[in-house]
């Protein structure tokens, strides 16, 4: 009998069996089990909490899933390569996957910047339905097509912290002569307003700022910050993360060796994609307020609001610096345009929801509190 004609018989005498075979030894299909061992190379320090264990977890997921047929190591930064020499390993097919940010490759592809994170953009969730219903995911699959990758989006997260800073920030004239490290669209903008701005992959952060090489960095909030000792080197820390509402990390794997799995494979990685990208998000919902509570109370950081005419200037300058970027490049055009398309809607439906509902559970009433604390 044909091998498929079989398997369709043996469907029909599951479901006529009902649960009778549910934990026998049901043969399992041969079908596409050429196995592959592939190396996934990360910006960040190994098991970094949320970014590092985020990466593993995508691998421990997918190992899973295919039941070893695809099976992945993953490498920290500087393991097999340096942080910002990831991509250069997937695109040529040295290793065939990597894991990072996309703002990291705004040296060879402009518009990759636009999808970690727009200044002023998208929250997490607002990023995740552009990806899955606004055409994102296309459109960042065209991105990376110019970097020889396949994209995926990998993790979130959420909303970023300001920085750290050893001067009060006051006026957007305090960013005047700033040495700051600031990725992405964000350091356009700090440039914009007068900073100077270096990109330094996370592990270079902590000696960065402790030798006096930059006067204030952001990394990305509360969870990682402690974890990386910022509070060591700087005194104040500012929010919201106007830079970073809810930045986008990524998959990204080489185009041929992305071509060569079998399709069963093939959305085996997509769906392992999808619950980091969902679980990430939720380590950091669950673990940042309790380290902001240890940065505070421990520490003894200074937490500080930017003010709001700050905002508004670095709001402007965000504008002016995407619109110039836009306006020479016309696949950040086209990535920008579609981002600030959902941006709107997305704007609206949140004022008549969370941002409606967040001003009524600000509302001063009496309210049941939990048994500890
Ligand atoms: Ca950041």
Same mark, same amino acid.
Request: hydrophobic share 40%; net charge negative.
């Given at each position: 009998?044909?091998?498929?004609?079989?398997?369709?018989?043996?469907?029909?005498?599951?479901?006529?069996?009902?649960?009778?075979?549910?934990?026998?030894?049901?043969?399992?299909?041969?079908?596409?089990?050429?196995?592959?061992?592939?190396?996934?190379?990360?910006?960040?320090?190994?098991?970094?909490?949320?970014?590092?264990?985020?990466?593993?977890?995508?691998?421990?997921?997918?190992?899973?899933?295919?039941?070893?047929?695809?099976?992945?190591?993953?490498?920290?930064?500087?393991?097999? #390569?340096?942080?910002?020499?990831?991509?250069?390993?997937?695109?040529?097919?040295?290793?065939?996957?990597?894991?990072?940010?996309? &703002? &990291?490759?705004?040296?060879?592809?402009?518009?990759?910047?636009?999808?970690?994170?727009?200044?002023? @953009?998208?929250?997490?969730?607002?990023?995740?339905?552009?990806?899955?219903?606004?055409?994102?995911?296309?459109?960042?699959?065209?991105? &990376?097509?110019?970097?020889?990758?396949?994209?995926?989006?990998?993790?979130?997260?959420?909303?970023?912290?300001?920085?750290?800073?050893?001067?009060?920030?006051?006026?957007?004239?305090?960013?005047?002569?700033?040495?700051?490290?600031?990725?992405?669209?964000?350091?356009?903008?700090?440039?914009?307003? @007068?900073?100077? #701005?270096?990109?330094?992959?996370?592990?270079?952060?902590?000696?960065?700022?402790?030798?006096?090489?930059?006067?204030?960095?952001?990394?990305?909030?509360?969870?990682?910050?402690?974890?990386?000792?910022?509070?060591?080197?700087?005194?104040?820390?500012?929010?919201?993360?106007?830079?970073?509402?809810?930045?986008?990390?990524?998959?990204?794997?080489?185009?041929?060796?992305?071509?060569?799995?079998?399709?069963?494979?093939?959305?085996?990685?997509?769906?392992?994609?999808?619950?980091?990208?969902?679980?990430?998000?939720?380590?950091?919902?669950?673990?940042?307020?309790?380290?902001?509570?240890?940065? #505070?109370?421990?520490?003894?950081?200074?937490?500080?609001?930017?003010?709001?005419?700050?905002?508004?200037?670095?709001?402007?300058?965000?504008?002016?610096?995407?619109?110039?970027?836009?306006?020479?490049?016309?696949?950040?055009?086209?990535?920008?345009?579609?981002?600030?398309?959902?941006?709107?809607?997305?704007?609206?439906?949140?004022?008549?929801?969370?941002?409606?509902?967040?001003?009524?559970?600000?509302?001063?009433?009496?309210?049941?509190?939990?048994?500890?604390?």
């Amino acid at each position: 009998m044909h091998r498929r004609s079989l398997m369709r018989t043996l469907a029909a005498g599951t479901a006529a069996g009902g649960a009778a075979v549910a934990g026998s030894t049901f043969p399992k299909p041969a079908l596409g089990q050429e196995r592959f061992e592939w190396r996934m190379v990360t910006t960040w320090p190994k098991n970094f909490p949320g970014l590092g264990t985020g990466a593993e977890l995508l691998a421990q997921i997918i190992d899973e899933m295919s039941e070893g047929r695809l099976s992945i190591t993953v490498y920290g930064a500087g393991e097999l #390569v340096p942080a910002f020499e990831s991509m250069d390993a997937v695109q040529s097919g040295t290793v065939e996957m990597g894991h990072g940010a996309p &703002y &990291y490759w705004k040296g060879k592809v402009t518009a990759s910047q636009f999808l970690a994170a727009v200044p002023f @953009g998208m929250t997490a969730q607002e990023q995740n339905a552009w990806f899955q219903y606004a055409g994102g995911q296309e459109l960042a699959d065209k991105v &990376y097509a110019e970097m020889g990758t396949k994209f995926f989006p990998s993790g979130n997260t959420g909303t970023q912290m300001g920085g750290w800073f050893n001067v009060e920030m006051n006026t957007l004239d305090d960013y005047r002569g700033l040495k700051m490290r600031i990725p992405g669209l964000g350091g356009e903008v700090v440039k914009a307003a @007068g900073g100077t #701005v270096v990109n330094l992959p996370g592990g270079e952060i902590p000696p960065a700022l402790q030798q006096g090489s930059i006067d204030a960095t952001e990394w990305v909030g509360p969870y990682n910050d402690l974890a990386f000792g910022l509070y060591k080197s700087a005194r104040y820390y500012y929010y919201p993360g106007w830079h970073e509402p809810g930045t986008t990390l990524e998959n990204f794997i080489n185009l041929d060796a992305w071509n060569r799995l079998p399709a069963d494979l093939q959305a085996i990685v997509a769906y392992a994609n999808r619950a980091v990208n969902q679980t990430v998000l939720s380590e950091f919902v669950a673990r940042n307020n309790d380290a902001l509570n240890t940065l #505070v109370n421990e520490h003894g950081v200074e937490l500080r609001p930017f003010s709001d005419d700050i905002l508004q200037g670095l709001g402007g300058l965000a504008g002016e610096v995407m619109n110039d970027l836009a306006s020479n490049d016309p696949l950040s055009r086209e990535v920008m345009d579609s981002i600030l398309g959902f941006r709107r809607t997305a704007q609206a439906w949140s004022a008549v929801s969370e941002e409606a509902f967040s001003h009524a559970r600000g509302l001063d009433f009496q309210f049941a509190t939990p048994s500890r604390g």
